[in-house]
């Protein structure tokens, strides 16, 4: 299932709640990878965000809880409010704690986006349905290092708003995980795919798309060089 909980919450609307979480990345000297926290929360909220509109979600809510200590709370509430800019969303009400009374010696961060279910998507004819990658996964110091590989989310909330795509995120699992997911168990053997689809996608630097075969080309052409197509191979 997708990292997601959907609750039903009265008889017409459900709730989606998606969660995030990082640690050792920041600015304090035993971090594993240094970044600012305005780039923490941005990733942050990038993640829970997709997974939480992936599954049919409109947000309307964020939950930050920070320990980075008080002075990070402003930056990063603007990482939030950036990510939530480029995603085209309303204003969001964001919430949360800090953790003032002790002092970690790593930066953590942990973020939860609410959303209510929206309108379904069309069902895909699954005999002619294909599955594409759309970005390439990347981890740690690769994230800052490589932008220009990561998806944008001025490419995913369109197509996720479409309704007519089925959108997965891919994260730490990495692309095989997602993919048994999206279409059940698989084995790298049987999947063909120019990116290492056993490595992290980290921020989901990178998602899976299901599509409709003729819907190929408009996805090409949208996505560009951030299209990987994905062929399977009989066993």
């Known amino acids: 299932m997708r990292d997601v909980q959907i609750l039903l919450f009265n008889k ?18 035993q971090d594993v990878v240094k970044v ?24 309307f809510s964020v939950i930050l809880q920070n320990f980075c200590g008080e002075i990070a709370w402003n930056k990063l509430v603007v990482g939030i409010k950036k990510s939530i800019k480029e995603a ?44 594409a990658v759309i970005g390439s996964p990347l981890v740690g110091n690769e994230v800052m290092e490589e932008k220009e590989k990561i998806a944008p989310l001025s490419l995913f909330y369109p197509l996720v708003r479409a309704r007519k795509y089925n959108l997965l995120p891919v994260g730490s699992k990495g692309i095989l995980a997602e993919l048994s997911v999206l279409l ?48 399977f191979i009989e066993k």
Do not use: W
Request: hydrophobic letters at 35%; a negative charge.
């Open 36 to 59: 600012d926290y305005e780039t923490v929360a941005y990733f942050s909220f990038r993640v829970a965000c997709m997974e939480c509109m992936a599954a049919g979600g409109i947000p």
């Open 88 to 131: 085209g969303l309303e204003e969001l009400a964001i919430t949360g704690s800090t953790e003032s009374n002790f002092a970690l010696n790593q930066s953590a961060v942990g973020l939860t986006v609410l959303g209510k279910k929206g309108s379904k998507h069309k069902s895909l004819d699954m005999k002619k349905s294909k599955v």
């Open 184 to 231: 059940g168990k698989m084995e790298e053997r049987e999947i063909h795919c120019a990116l290492d689809i056993n490595k992290s996608a980290g921020p989901s630097t990178c998602f899976l798309i299901e599509y409709e075969e003729e819907e190929e080309q408009t996805l090409r052409n949208l996505a560009g060089p951030y299209f990987h197509s994905i062929s």
């Open 12 to 29: 017409k609307e459900e709730i989606v709640i998606a969660a995030d979480n990082s640690g050792g990345i920041g600015l304090k000297e």
